[in-house]
């Protein structure tokens, strides 16, 4: 039987796998219109499950269910309908109903149409269509032989950092393991445009709970590299973006590991790197994901504040000022089995206040959301990120092992943090003005792109 944090760790890288599945197959992208007529599968609902549910439920990837047929999805039709209806499947938990940024790139989430087509298929008794309506297969890569980036570039990692190996225990508390490495193979610097990690074996997949690397440069200067969690294992720079990596860098890790009742020597976590192609400078360079607190406001020490009693609740909210013109491209919760929410949200200079985004937090899924580049924040020095977290330790959390325990700050799971990882950008303000002015004209051309298709119907 396969071990209980082998099968967590699967199922829960699933998110970076649909990602770089969802964008090697864009060109197959399902267009969500309410059905006319009576609803089907072959018709209606195998174009959604191929597009939103496949890149896990298929054969030997994470999912327990295979879902490639009618024979395969019928029998699961009053499942899948409680769990789209309840948003909770696909695997996305960007709240729609708060946040000015809704486009985001590889986005699992379902439309309102497309649940209320499955709905409407499994009201009707789940009936399979006219056969030749069926969608061609789609010819998915294999799942446990390549990196799920590789779909993307079509090619495979142009370096693989390997961390130390690490003895976890069969049997005691969680682990931590602090990994120092020098990078070989690289001859000269070269410019990283996608980061993806995973653990090297089975074996360590069965104890693995999270990665955080950083790059540390021949001067000791050290920025953030990749971070890998359950349900997170891609990191993707915007497309005019990089991070530069030189001849006899370092990589150093923070790996968290869980005993699982047995030994497991040697655990390793592998770090894979795409270059952009050599002569190729891009033209900012990125620091990646960063976190930002809400467990260290005010000054106070990390976690200074976190103190949630039993059957509770507590909102923690961290305040930081930008220093310099910045771009944010993506974003990426952190909190433990008592975290509920989490959002960030912008006080400009000029005094205006947005929601940028709100995550409903569920720790098995450490999802990245990346924005669609068109709509990527471009924020001013001195706009003020507010990053709030809510915990929930009632009984109503249903991931909560025990609403009658204290809940303190802590690095074990069952202890709680809260800190919102950012992928960003900074700029020089010469460079930020271009940007205000390139993403002005982007916009109007994409609105008068979108009268002259609405004027053309």
Known sequence: MMPQRSRVWQMLSAQAVALAALFAFQGNAFTADRPTGPVTFTKDVAPIIQQKCQM??????????????????????LPIKDRVTKRLMPPWHVDKTVGVIQEFQGDLSLSDEQIETIVAWVDA??????????????????????????????????????????TVVANG?????????????????RWIRAVESRPATTETASVFHHLASSLVGRDGERSGLQGGALGKTVDIFPSDSGKLIEPG??????????????????????????????????????????????????????????????????????????????????????????????????????????????????????????????????????????????????????????????VVFGRRTVDEMSHLWLGLTEFDQDDFQELIAERKALLTSRATAAARTTAGR
């Not at 069926?134 to 390549?146: G, V």
């Not at 508390?173 to 610097?189: I, R």
């Not at 005010?298 to 220093?323: A, E, S």
Request: a neutral charge; aromatic letters at 10%.
């Open 56 to 77: 896990c439920h298929r054969p030997g990837s994470v999912a327990p269910m295979v879902f490639m047929t009618y024979e395969h999805v019928r029998p699961w039709a």
């Open 125 to 166: 008794g789940a009936p399979l269509g006219n056969p030749s309506d069926m969608p061609a297969p789609i010819n998915w890569p294999d799942f446990t032989s390549s990196w799920r980036l590789e779909a993307e570039y079509k090619r495979p990692p142009d370096l693989i950092v390997r961390t130390q190996p690490y």
């Open 173 to 189: 508390l969680d682990q931590w393991f602090d990994s120092n490495v020098e990078v070989k193979g690289l001859t000269e610097p």
């Open 249 to 406: 860098s370092r990589v150093e890790s923070d790996m968290h590991f869980f005993p699982v009742g047995r030994e497991v020597k040697d655990a390793v976590v592998e770090i894979a790197i795409w270059f952009y192609d050599k002569g190729v400078t891009p033209r900012f360079e990125t620091r990646g994901e960063v976190a930002f607190l809400s467990d260290a406001g005010g000054g106070m020490p990390r976690g200074g504040d976190l103190f949630i009693p039993p059957h509770g609740t507590q909102m923690m909210r961290g305040v930081h000022v930008l220093k310099r013109p910045t771009r944010i491209h993506s974003i990426r919760g952190h909190m433990h089995l008592r975290g509920k929410a989490q959002a960030v949200e912008a006080i400009y200079p000029d005094g205006r206040r947005e929601i940028l985004s709100r995550i409903n937090w569920q720790h098995n899924w450490h999802n990245t959301y990346i924005f669609a580049e068109h709509v990527q924040p471009l924020l001013p020095t001195g706009t003020v990120l507010i990053v709030t977290s809510w915990f929930d330790n009632t009984a109503q959390n249903r991931h909560n092992p025990d609403p009658d325990q204290f």
